[in-house]
């Protein structure tokens, strides 16, 4: 295809685009209204159910399916990642020589890391109250973990990180989701619905019904699913090596 | 005064896109994706989307830089196997 030609196609599709996008423009809400009516029905079914945080409502609660979706997704991306990633004949394992970390990074790292692994739990813990949960916690802890590579060295973030445990943890975390899921459907109503367990006490951590629960699972899921994917990326990148004269 | 912060996140945001745009070293646009990482969750937070602000901060500051610097690296170490091996 000549340059002319896609010059041609990308003008074509730019003008459609600004054509649409203006026709649009004018039926959308006012920018920062304080009345939105799609906003006002989430908050009164969020206090319906007795969660705090009302965006875990809509992620848990009332679009907890789309949440399923979601989890999966990223689900099925670690587990492409990790087919795409692995070892193959032609490669092998070097162990990688330890690395001299300077002391500064190195006490930071170290003095980060169990801070940053607590954060990361509280915000999973309390999801349902205030704005973080499973998804956001998950990462943080996953993460934090890996401190430990930046301020020590890559051996020993594999000796607290078998990577096994971790694969097992990531499909639990998506069948636990699942399972709660039936629970609705097995307690009659049906999949995914909040009337499992009772609503508690509006405002602290046992209230919501399963919204802590469903929670809980995607930040255990999500937690793992990091691991393994940044495990799979950093063996790449340290330890496998082509198998030279081949 | 919440309008005065909107902009000046806006603009910050405008900014660091279009620098990440215009670095081509992929080891440096790592980090300017993070300093945009940052810059979008600021935004995020001044339009009362804290939930959304966590969720960019922990992947689009910290996840996203360190799964491009891992793979800038694999490449490099390729590269230089193939110069030593000639």
Partial sequence: MSRRLRMWILAVGALGFAALFCAA?????????????YGERAV???????????VAAVNFDQRAFDTLGEESILF????????????????????????????????????LLPVALVVGLYV????????????????????????????????????VRPVGVYEIGDAAGEGAYLVLGLAGLVAGSSFLANTVIGYGTFNTLASG???????????????????????????QAVEIEEESGR | MTDTLLLISLCAVAATATAA?????????????????????????????????LSQLAVGSALTPLLILLSVRKVRRRGRREEDGR
């Fill in chain 1, 25 to 37: 423009c004018p039926r959308l809400p006012a920018f920062g209204g304080d009345s939105h009516p």
């Fill in chain 1, 44 to 54: 009164r079914a969020a206090l319906a159910h007795r969660t705090a945080n009302v």
């Fill in chain 1, 76 to 111: 099925a991306s670690v587990l492409g990642t990790v087919v795409l990633l692995r070892q193959t004949r032609e490669e092998r394992e070097v162990p990688p020589a330890p690395a001299r970390v300077p002391l500064p990074v190195r006490r930071y790292a170290l003095l």
């Fill in chain 1, 124 to 159: 999973v813990a309390h999801g349902q109250l205030s704005p973080g949960g499973g998804f956001q916690g998950g990462v943080v802890v996953a993460t934090a973990l890996h401190l430990l590579y930046i301020g020590a060295d890559y051996r020993a973030l594999e000796r």
């Fill in chain 1, 209 to 235: 019904g399963i919204v802590p629960l469903l929670n809980m699972t995607v930040g255990m899921e999500v937690a793992c699913a990091v691991v393994v994917l940044l495990a799979r990326f950093l063996d």
């Fill in chain 2, 21 to 53: 745009v215009l670095v081509r070293d992929p080891a440096r646009q790592a980090l300017v994706l993070s300093v945009l990482g940052l810059a979008l969750a600021v935004l995020f937070t001044v339009l009362q989307a804290p939930d959304v602000a």
